[in-house]
């Protein structure tokens, strides 16, 4: 029996966590995964088309109960986006399930063609996105889907943060009329949101306030910049963090904000530096002419280290302490250019 993963979280880190008051809940993967069956439920033109992914995207019950909204196509990740096509195009509510690897490389040109130039509103599901995969390696991470899906016109991607955001985007997504992709990982997550938290697609949320750095990141890192950002209050900074967890169409008012009201800017994502978040933050900001010091956080063009997610995660800064150091170099930096 192999051993368990490391935690994504040092001892430090959990007492962080519990000073916040944060409570661990469940991988999105499975919130995703219950909320669609609720939606299922009480909407009979949802369907599910799986590439071989039903236990991978925790879709079991889905399929136990609705077995005639869920469609199982084996490992033809093109059959399954074109199949969710035509299904979106007949008037289903039709969403595509497979591992964000495979899905957005196999099959990016049904993507593009079949569903974002055809105008069909398929809603294109990544599971185990990032390094899920761990020590599966660099032919099982999805570093690129981001970049790759960016490029691509008329298609909406989110990318959510905790059980909260997850629950939102899935009801988000039934709704839309146009194409959506969606990004899980398969890590437990935080609770970040307090009950009386709104998510509107295409507007980020500003988790904590202040004005030395500003995290701004996406999917399963920005937990770790909230608690960057408790850890540097502990040194004199007040920094702030927003989630984005609409990576496309990106909030260009909070970007513009967090460069203009705060001294630096660390973007954060579970992705290529090439291609992702930073980038089009960067972008942005250089576009309306704010110059503020600026570090891209995630993973660098190279082989990927063979690891788990949580000591990738560790060697590439993605963790507290990671995060928690580069704002600081950062911020010194600001301090010597002023």
């Known amino acids: 029996m192999s051993a368990p993963a490391p935690s994504m979280y040092s001892s430090e880190a959990k007492a962080v966590a519990d000073r916040l008051g944060f409570k661990l809940g469940r991988p999105n993967l499975e ?48 059959d399954l986006v074109g199949i969710t096509a035509g299904l979106a195009a007949a008037g289903k509510k039709a969403f595509a399930v497979s591992p964000a690897c495979f899905l957005t490389a196999r099959a990016l040109e049904q993507i593009k063609n079949d569903v974002c130039y055809s105008d069909v509103p398929a809603k294109i599901v990544g599971i185990s996105a990032g390094v899920s995969y761990g020590a599966l390696g660099s032919t099982h991470h999805s570093l690129h889907d981001l970049a790759a899906l960016r490029a691509i016109y008329n298609i909406t991607i989110l990318v959510p943060a905790d059980n909260f955001e997850t629950r939102e985007a ?16 398969k890590a437990p997550t935080y609770t970040l949101h307090p009950p009386e938290s709104k998510f509107q697609v295409g507007t980020a949320i500003v988790l904590r306030d202040g004005s030395d750095a ?49 001294r630096a800017v660390v973007t954060v994502e579970e992705h290529s530096v090439h291609g992702g978040l930073g980038e089009a933050v960067a972008a942005i900001l250089m576009q309306a002419g704010v110059a503020v010091p600026l570090r891209i956080v995630g993973l660098p063009d190279e082989d990927t280290v063979t690891g788990s997610q949580a000591d990738i995660f560790r060697h590439y800064g993605l963790s507290m302490e990671g995060l928690a150091e580069t704002a600081t170099e950062l911020l010194k930096h600001a301090e010597v250019s002023t």
């Open 170 to 185: 899935v009801r988000a997504a039934a709704r839309a009329t146009h194409p959506v992709f969606i990004r899980f990982g």
């Open 31 to 78: 919130e995703f995964a219950d909320a669609l069956l609720a939606l299922g439920k009480e909407d009979r033109q949802i369907v599910v088309v799986t590439s071989d992914s039903r236990g991978s995207g925790k879709l079991g019950p889905f399929g136990q109960a609705l077995p005639e909204q869920l469609v199982e196509v084996g490992i033809a990740e093109q």
């Open 214 to 262: 500003c995290f701004i990141g996406t999917g399963e890192t920005v937990i770790h910049a909230l608690l960057a950002a408790e850890r540097l209050a502990e040194d004199g900074f007040d920094c702030r963090v927003v989630s984005m967890h609409t990576v496309k169409p990106l909030d260009r008012d909070a970007v513009l904000a967090a460069g203009r009201e705060c």
